[in-house]
């Protein structure tokens, strides 16, 4: 089983082919591998509670994946709670990731 960390940076909403990162990250987890998503930049905006990506970011979450968004992001964004499922994080956590949390990164 590898360790995969999924890093978005762009608006789910705005760009069609970013379901397919919500695709992967299910598909991946299905398949028995360990994945985290990390939403950071305007990725965060998905994780707003509330959010029409909320309910599905939920389902991933349920499904075993660990969904994570930025703190700073979703601050700088008026992003004051997240999406059940979600759970806040820091840069720091995700250079630690980077470096020894994962085997592979797809930063889409």
Do not use: F, P
């Not at 978005?8 to 994945?35: C, M, P, Q, W």
């Not at 979600?86 to 990731?97: F, G, H, N």
């Amino acid at each position: 089983m590898s360790r995969y960390l999924i890093v978005t940076s762009r608006d789910l909403h705005e760009y069609a082919s970013s379901s397919y990162i919500l695709e992967l990250a299910g598909s991946l987890r299905n398949r028995g591998h360990e994945v985290t998503l990390y939403l950071v930049e305007n990725g965060v905006l998905a994780a707003r509670k509330g959010a029409q990506l909320a309910a599905r970011l939920n389902e991933l979450s349920r499904a075993g994946v660990t969904v994570l968004a930025e703190d700073v992001s979703a601050k700088a964004r008026g992003i004051e709670q997240v999406a059940e499922g979600v759970r806040l994080s820091t840069m720091d956590e995700l250079a630690d990731l980077v470096v020894d949390g994962c085997d592979k990164v797809i930063w889409y």
